[in-house]
C-alpha cells in the first residue's frame, strides 16, 4: 500500500500563500496519478486539483484556477499544492490522494489517502 503524509497546513491571511506537501512511501510514486480535496465544515469532500504520473497534465476546480498550482517531483516522491491569493472559503482539511488509474477528479478512483492537513485563512 501506498501511505501519504501532508504537510505544510496552518493559518494564513486573505491573499496570502501557503505551499502543501504530500510526501509518498512508495517508490513507484511516479505511476500515479495525484490529487488534492478538501472538506470544509458542514460539506462533502470536493476536487482541487489533479496532476498526471508524468507531470504533463493537470487538472483544476474552477474555484482555484488561475490561484492554486499542483507540481510534483517524482525523484523525491512528492507532489505539492502551491496555493496564493488565499481567500477565507479556501478554509478546509486538504487531503492528498493518488490513483493508480488515469488523471481524474472523482473520489471513487483514488486508492490511497493521506490523514489530512488543516488550512485556515482568515479575513
Not at 510514486?29 to 478538501?38: L, T
Not at 525523484?75 to 488509474?101: G, H, I
Amino acid at each position: 500500500q501506498v501511505q501519504l503524509v501532508e504537510s505544510g497546513g496552518g493559518l494564513v491571511q486573505a491573499g496570502g500563500s501557503l505551499r502543501l506537501s504530500c510526501a509518498a512511501s512508495e517508490r513507484t510514486f511516479s505511476n500515479y496519478a495525484m490529487g488534492w480535496f478538501r472538506q470544509a465544515p458542514g460539506k462533502e469532500r470536493e476536487f482541487v486539483a489533479a496532476i498526471s504520473s508524468s507531470g504533463e497534465r493537470t487538472l483544476y476546480a474552477d474555484s482555484v484556477k488561475g490561484r492554486f498550482t499542483i507540481p510534483r517531483d517524482n525523484a523525491k516522491n512528492t507532489v505539492y499544492l502551491q496555493m496564493n491569493n488565499l481567500k477565507p472559503e479556501d478554509t478546509a482539511n486538504y487531503y492528498c490522494a493518488a490513483s493508480r488509474f488515469m488523471l481524474t477528479t472523482m473520489e471513487r478512483t483514488y486508492n490511497y489517502w493521506g490523514q489530512g492537513t488543516q488550512v485556515t485563512v482568515s479575513s
